[in-house]
């Protein structure tokens, strides 16, 4: 079983269109997040998320959205695509310390 | 917030060698330092991490050292394998607020058979 699994794996999509990524843990960890790595590999964290508290990176773009119906569950929402958008995407998730990272999402807009 | 910076970006080391990334931190309240090991085109993997309350930590050739003082820590890889090529990340979780961790820039790190 796959502790930490994102959907899709690739996405290749036209600007100005709107995707969603889905991320699923099945390990009970409080709190997820999406990190954004881009061509010079830097991983860079977008946001976290427990039941509780979403905190949210500033740099972030508000087209970036966290949507989470349960505890397991943190999907990303992108709306009005562009060209820098283009990077990895990855999910993970961490009870107090150690974080577990799902496969990533290779996002390209063209 | 916590800003974390790595050195050197890239490394070249002979099958073998010793191979050591260097990394500061500026928040003083940090209390957790991971380091992450990404393979070509895999997800970031955690191989070895340390706690404020320790000054070394060692798993078989991959051992990691902490200066809580100067704000620094270290990942040393002895006896290197050409398996051992990838992309290494260091990151520090600062203690309050959430789980966060901040990365570093990362280290391309090649062993040559």
């Known amino acids: 079983d796959t502790a930490v699994s994102q959907t899709p794996k690739y996405l290749v999509t036209q600007m100005g269109n709107d995707k969603s990524i889905k991320c699923e843990q099945n390990?009970?960890?409080?709190?997820m997040y999406w990190y954004k790595q881009d061509s010079k590999k830097f991983l860079k964290i977008m946001f976290s998320?427990?039941?509780?508290?979403?905190?949210i990176n500033e740099t972030v773009p508000n087209r970036f959205s966290p949507k989470s119906p349960d505890k397991a569950h943190l999907n990303l929402h992108i709306n009005s695509l562009e060209l820098g958008d283009s990077a990895v995407y990855f999910c993970?998730?961490?009870?107090?310390?150690?974080?577990?990272f799902g496969s990533g999402t290779r996002l390209t807009v063209v | 917030g916590e800003n974390v910076e790595q050195h050197p970006s890239t490394l070249s080391v002979q099958e073998g060698d010793s191979a050591v990334i260097k990394c500061t931190y500026s928040d003083s309240a940090s209390n957790y330092f991971p380091w992450y090991k990404q393979e070509l085109g895999k997800r970031p993997q955690l191989i070895i991490d340390i706690r404020s309350n320790v000054g070394e930590k060692k798993d078989q050739r991959i051992a990691v050292t902490l200066n809580k003082t100067a704000k620094h820590f270290s990942l040393h890889i002895t006896e290197t394998q050409p398996e051992d090529s990838a992309v290494y990340f260091c990151a520090a979780k600062p203690q309050a607020g959430a789980n966060n961790l901040f990365f570093g820039t990362g280290t391309r790190l090649t062993v040559i058979p």
């Open positions: 390990l009970g960890h409080d709190t």
């Open positions: 998320y427990n039941n509780k508290e979403l905190i």
């Open positions: 993970a998730s961490s009870s107090h310390y150690g974080y577990t």
